[in-house]
């Protein structure tokens, strides 16, 4: 069974950083792209980054390029968020997603995804 | 850069009944769209991908239709477990993956 534990998640002060982490289990983790999808309260999804199986090529989208690293580790068979200089506006549960197919660099789908684990930015 | 416009923001339907909501792509996406479907208080669940391919284990009751920048997913008879938000979403090869605002689905 495919599985998805993100953590990491908590109360930051704007200008802060945190460090998020979706630990993943039941499929070979190094065949499959990665991404991760925030969801502020109240909205719909909303694509953060992507990095490929093998960890090259990372993309981000323009809210949070520049501030966010995403990378993984795949002896580990962990995916991570790396968050600085953080914004009210990067509120919201942050999901990690897995592509729904095998070795293609860029996910086309998101078949499974954690539980997700909430950042919320605040003084 | 591409829009997805979902519509109706929310709607009310029986049990039993069709039900179809819409989405539109601010331009032609050819068939790169998938559908997922969020209960509260949980993740989104892949319901169909590709405009009209079901997911692993999603009920044939679903399905979807579309190419172009019009796109539909319909429910037939539905079911008090279809109580959700769906959301449509657009992958390109940018890479990028465009959501809708979603579709809040409730029971009368």
């Known amino acids: 069974e495919v599985q998805l534990v993100e953590s990491g998640g908590g109360l930051v002060q704007p200008g802060g950083s945190l460090r998020l982490s979706c630990a993943a289990s039941?499929?070979?983790?190094?065949?499959?792209?990665m991404t991760w999808v925030r969801q502020a309260p109240g909205k719909g999804p909303e694509w953060v980054s992507v990095?490929?199986?093998?960890?090259?090529?990372?993309y981000y989208a323009d809210a949070v390029k520049g501030r966010f690293t995403i990378s993984r580790d795949n002896s580990k068979n962990t995916l991570y968020l790396e968050m600085n200089s953080l914004r009210a506006e990067d509120t919201a549960i942050y999901y990690c997603?897995?592509?729904?197919?095998?070795?293609?660099?860029?996910?086309?789908?998101?078949?499974?995804w954690g539980q997700g684990t909430l950042v919320t930015v605040s003084s | 850069d591409i829009q997805m416009t979902q519509s109706p923001s929310s709607l009310s339907a029986s049990v039993g009944d069709s039900v179809t909501i819409t989405c539109q792509a601010s331009?032609?996406?050819?068939?790169?769209l998938n559908w997922y479907q969020q209960k509260p208080g949980k993740a989104p669940k892949l319901l169909i991908y590709?405009?009209?391919n079901l997911d692993t284990g999603v009920p044939s009751r679903f399905s979807g239709s579309g190419s172009g920048t019009d796109f539909t997913l319909t429910i037939n008879s539905l079911q008090p477990e279809d109580i959700a938000t769906y959301y449509c979403?657009?992958?390109?090869?940018?890479?990028?993956?465009?959501f809708g605002q979603g579709t809040k689905l409730e029971i009368k």
């Open positions: 997603a897995k592509s729904g197919i095998v070795l293609m660099m860029y996910p086309r789908r998101l078949d499974q």
């Open positions: 039941g499929f070979t983790f190094s065949s499959y792209a």
């Open positions: 990095i490929s199986g093998s960890g090259t090529m990372p």
């Open positions: 331009h032609d996406i050819s068939v790169s």
């Open positions: 590709d405009v009209s």
């Open positions: 979403q657009h992958y390109n090869n940018v890479p990028q993956y465009i």
